[in-house]
């Protein structure tokens, strides 16, 4: 991992903190350097889970963000019902 990869992911991550609090990071090495940044939080209830995804980005070997979604003021939230027939 380059040092504007390292700078990028902690500037994500901390934009994303300081607006919605701690969250689970997640960071994978893909094709030829790159990363995927995954920022978010799953939730197991009850009754239903809960996945909240903030970021979800790709990230090439200059830091910069190649595609993906990246939204901390609105995150993707996906709701499974398991239980219930």
């Given amino acids: 991992m380059t040092d504007l990869q390292k700078n990028t992911i902690d500037r994500i991550t901390k934009q994303v903190e300081r607006l919605n609090g701690k969250q689970g990071v997640s960071i ?18 009850t009754d ?15 830091g910069n963000v190649i595609k993906g979604f ?10 499974i ?3 219930i027939n």
């Fill in 28 to 45: 994978l090495n893909i094709r030829k350097n790159h990363i995927l940044l995954t920022i978010g939080n799953k939730r197991d209830l």
């Fill in 48 to 62: 239903f889970i809960t996945t909240t995804t903030y970021v979800e980005v790709d990230i090439n070997t200059k």
């Fill in 70 to 79: 990246c939204n901390p003021y609105e995150p993707k939230v996906k709701t």
């Fill in 81 to 83: 019902y398991p239980y």
